[in-house]
T-cell receptor
């Protein structure tokens, strides 16, 4: 089955700790994206990558970091610098550069204790 | 200018009725307008999408109406069913990125 997988589904973190969220896709898509979703709000773009070893900041990149060492993988690290990290995190991919058609993973719910 | 404004925030429709969700944008450089459906605890799923050179697109019970001059587009769900109860997001694409509306929580009463 082709698709996007995110792990873990639920993640708990103590304040001051960094945590890494996994995103893997086997769709052979070039572009990958990370979004943050808060209750009652739309999705906000954190980082995106159009090609391996290259990525750009989105609208709310502060306190987050990413890497794109492989086409299939785009992990997101939530650092201790992120002041309000509790949220639902969504990874997406698209098959063409410039394509608006993005496919989403199931999400990771991060809770900071 | 990068915003997409979506209304209403929540909507209750009787089974069999028509659900209508509206979105408006300012930036004429947007070139692709998708709608996503999201169930609680799940990732959004692409429902239907339209390009600005088309005024209407229909897929089953779902129709997008696009008014380029007014910079507005809307989603119509015909014969709404309880299984359509979900949160719906409109979006607009520019420079390889999607800008999302705030979402509409749709409830279909049986």
């Amino acid at each position: 089955d082709g698709g996007i997988t995110q792990s873990p589904k639920y993640l708990f973190r103590k304040e001051g700790q960094n945590v890494t969220l996994s995103c893997e896709q086997n769709l052979n898509h070039d572009a990958m994206y990370w979004y943050r979703q808060d209750p009652g709000q739309g999705l906000r773009l954190i980082y995106y990558s159009q090609i391996v070893n290259d990525f750009q900041k989105g609208d709310i990149a502060e306190g987050y970091s990413v890497s794109r060492e492989k086409k299939e993988s785009f992990p997101l690290t939530v650092t201790s610098a992120q002041k309000n990290p509790t949220a639902f995190y969504l990874c997406a991919s698209s098959r063409e550069r410039g394509s608006g058609e993005q496919f989403f993973g199931p999400g990771t719910r991060l809770t900071v204790l | 200018q990068q915003q997409v404004k979506q209304s209403p925030q929540s909507l209750i429709v009787q089974k069999g009725g028509i659900s209508i969700i509206n979105c408006a944008y300012e930036n004429t450089a947007f070139d692709y307008f998708p709608w996503y459906q999201q169930f609680p605890g799940k990732g959004p799923a692409l429902l239907i999408a339209i390009r600005p050179d088309v005024s209407e697109k229909k897929e089953g019970r779902f129709t997008i109406s696009f008014n380029k001059s007014a910079k507005q587009f809307s989603l119509h769900i015909m014969d709404s069913q309880p299984g359509d109860s979900a949160t719906y997001f409109c979006a607009a694409s520019i420079a390889q990125k999607l800008v999302f509306g705030q979402g509409t929580r749709l409830t279909i009463n049986p």
